[in-house]
């Protein structure tokens, strides 16, 4: 089962991007945090540009003409579309909206992290399912649903795994839920999955007032730097999320880049085609080496590494330092024994790659 190191948490996300290599500064290939290694649309950077020109200009509290934007791109009634400071804040927010002391919020072991951090930010008691094959299982979720469970978290695909749960059973998770009990799909990784039997999640708020979908632009939209996500609900639930969120939450330029985002889906499309063929080459360069890449559909690999301690997933990292690479250690995930290898060109991949070469010789 997982055990939540908060510390390590905030450590592993604070790294700098600029890291000191050798006896020079340089810019290192950062594959440690999952953004896109294909940056974002030109028409959302001319877009962050020309609102930087009115600067001294408040932005629309309520984000209409974003709302508006992903309304129309993905037919949904923009009002029942929260926007967020990431979809993080929205996360914070169905916590404190929804649980509190005394109360249990679960998940399955290995998920997002910001799940059992919500939990210590609202007292509510974190309560793991086991997994199988670092995959949720729904059966496990329903068996520990007690009259306690305020909310359930699915990260859908899964971080730091990669791995993802059919819409089937998707369905029949939010279909055997009490009604009192608040279902969350996190789909932050949506835009990577090209399985057939996947779903956003989407049409599984109709009808159903405890269910809210969260996504974001800070994966394959490429504007992580703006800190925008967004929810989906019914309207009850999108009044009582928007009467929480801070006013002004999304900034201007932030509300403006991702409006021109959503008018650039062929960017999207490639974005999410190179980061397939990127991860289809990287599991095929890892596996001769001795190294177990999990079958992933986001835009990174979790990867298992040898027990022993010359070739250890503690002594990679420090060894891929001197190539200039950073990776993610799962440790405060309880995954001693796994790196988390964002997705990157192929110039970088192939940087990776002859570090591991020579780290697993």
Known sequence: MMTIKPEAYIRSIGKSVVKKVGTRSEKIIDLSLNESSFGASTLALE??????????????????????????????????????????????????????????????????????????????????????????????????????????????????????????????????????????LDSAYCEYVEASDYSDGLELVEGFENVVVTRTFSKAWGLAALRVGWAYASPSMIGVINRMRGIGNVNAIAQDGAIAALGDPDFVKMVCQRTCEERQWLTSQLIPLGLLPIESATNFLLVEFPAEANHSAGAAIGYLEKFGVAVRDVDDYGLDEYLRITIGLREENQVLIDGLRQFMA
Do not use: W
């Open 47 to 184: 877009a962050c540009q020309k609102r930087c020109s009115r600067l001294f200009r408040y932005p629309d509290p309520a984000s209409t003409d974003l709302r508006n934007a992903i309304g129309q791109a993905f037919d949904l009634d923009p009002e029942r579309i929260a926007c967020g400071n990431g979809s993080e804040e929205l996360l914070d927010i169905i916590g404190r909206l929804y649980a509190g002391r005394g109360d249990e919020i679960l998940y399955s072991e290995n998920s997002f992290m910001q799940f059992p951090i919500v939990a210590m930010r609202v007292g509510a008691k974190a309560v793991t399912s086991h997994e199988k094959n670092l995959t949720t299982v729904v059966d496990a979720l329903l068996e520990k649903v007690s009259d306690k469970t305020k909310i359930v978290f699915l990260a859908n695909p899964n971080n730091p795994s990669g791995t993802y749960v059919p819409k089937n059973e998707v369905k029949r998770l939010r279909d055997n839920l009490p009604r009192s009990v608040v279902l969350v």
